[in-house]
């Protein structure tokens, strides 16, 4: 089973702090994406990387940045966090082995800004 | 560009009552659909896909068809359990993607009753 790996479940920051938020998959897939998720919005998708040091924006990149060193590993940066990125994060891999191959997420972080 | 639109919740249901969700899309050429299931505190996790017109997706009792000439991707299931409580998401990825985001509707909350 594909497992995706948020660092932390629960993240309390102030405003105005660098803010790292963490996302490893074990299963060498190359694409990688980072949504927020906020309630009567859906899903939105911040920033996604299609392979190692690749990355493009996704319709909400503003105030965020990624970071693709290694293959595995996906962070999302926050440079100056601001209490309206107060929500929850779900980072999500998927292969590109297989055709048509689903989005594989983590348990997701909850930000809050204060 | 590529949409989803999917019924607004919050949706209550007795335990065995017939569940449908609808949703339907927004795109160019022939995308493939998706739902996915997100239990409380956890992420998402693929419940069902399809890939091209006529195809119908099963899992756990849940079933979609892809139907083209009404761009629609309705979920439904003839006897919702209490464990059936989730938000479910609809999703379509691109014909054509090979960078395999998903767009996603805004989720609908289903709350089953014993």
């Known amino acids: 089973d594909v497992k995706v790996t948020q660092s932390s479940r629960y993240l309390v920051k102030r405003t105005g702090e660098k803010v790292f938020l963490e996302c490893v998959q074990d299963?060498?897939?190359?694409?990688m994406f980072w949504y927020r998720q906020d309630p009567g919005l859906g899903l939105r998708l911040i920033y996604f990387s299609y392979d190692v040091k690749m990355k493009e924006k996704g319709d909400i990149p503003e105030g965020y940045s990624v970071s693709r060193e290694k293959k595995e590993r996906f962070s999302l940066i926050l440079e100056s966090a601001s209490t309206n990125q107060t929500s929850m994060y779900l980072c999500?891999?998927?292969?590109?082995?297989?055709?048509?191959?689903?989005?594989?997420f983590g348990n997701g972080t909850r930000l809050t800004v204060t | 560009g590529d949409s989803v639109t999917q019924m607004e919740g919050p949706v209550t249901l007795s335990e065995e009552a017939f569940l449908t969700i609808n949703c339907t899309y927004t795109a160019t050429g022939y995308p493939s659909l998706f739902w996915y299931v997100q239990y409380p505190g956890e992420g998402l996790q693929l419940l069902l896909k399809a890939t091209k017109a006529d195809d119908k997706g099963s899992n756990k009792g849940f079933e979609a068809t892809y139907r083209k000439e009404t761009t629609s991707f309705h979920l439904e299931k003839g006897s919702v359990q209490v464990s059936d409580s989730a938000v479910y998401f609809c999703a379509l990825r691109a014909g054509g993607s090979t960078l395999g985001r998903l767009y996603f509707g805004r989720g609908t909350q289903l709350t089953v009753w014993p």
């Open positions: 999500a891999s998927r292969g590109m082995r297989q055709g048509n191959s689903p989005l594989h």
């Open positions: 299963m060498d897939h190359e694409n």
